[in-house]
């Protein structure tokens, strides 16, 4: 299993559902060949570069194939990275840190309510300024609905908040999500966000 990347004084952490079986077998977040999350961030300019481009992904699957990717490769790749994500207070984790699947889809995937439980004393330790949900609608309103009775599928900044951390939900960034114009819009959205945080802590006006 993928460690968090997670520490005090984060702008935003991002939430995916739980980690899949591709990712955790090269050695990093969100590297199913189809997965648009590291593009957006980049087109959004959460991230001023792309943090895994296609030829990171290919240079892991190649190392897997020939038989190198080791944990020792595994180790410093994740570390490059992670340092690149810190470096723009940027966290990521999972609602469901249980077990690794193939599939998004997978039932066993599902975030239990002991999962979620564990998820926000995590943030109410952390506290990020934004946590950034990553996660089907459907699974975010499921898992989040009984706690916070106002919690919808409207991607976007919700009407809770997770201790002191502003909520949005994003939707997935797999593949089979169709809506690209709506992905780039709440992307857009959160960065927008970001950065008037960012003025309102300088204090610039």
Known sequence: M??????????VVFVGTTVAEI???????????????????EYANITPTIVISQSDRKALADA?????LNDLYKQFFFEKKESALLKCRIGLTDLNRRLVVSK???????????????????????????VAF????????????????TAT???????????????????????????????EQVFGDLADRLGSMEKEGSGVI
């Open 2 to 11: 993928l460690k968090e990347i997670l520490i005090q004084n984060l702008r």
């Open 23 to 41: 990712s955790d077998e090269l050695g990093f977040y969100y590297l199913s060949p189809k997965n648009r999350f590291w593009e957006m961030l």
């Open 64 to 68: 897997k194939h020939t038989g190198v």
């Open 104 to 130: 998004e889809d997978d039932p066993s995937a599902e975030p239990t309510p002991d999962d979620i439980q564990k998820f926000i004393k995590k943030i109410e330790k952390y506290k990020p300024k934004i």
């Open 134 to 149: 990553v996660t089907s609608v459907e699974i975010f309103e499921k898992c989040f609905k009984r706690l916070y009775p």
């Open 153 to 183: 599928r409207q991607r976007g900044k919700q009407d809770f908040m997770i201790g002191n951390s502003e909520v949005w939900l994003l939707g997935s960034t797999s593949g089979r999500v169709k809506d690209a114009d709506a992905m």
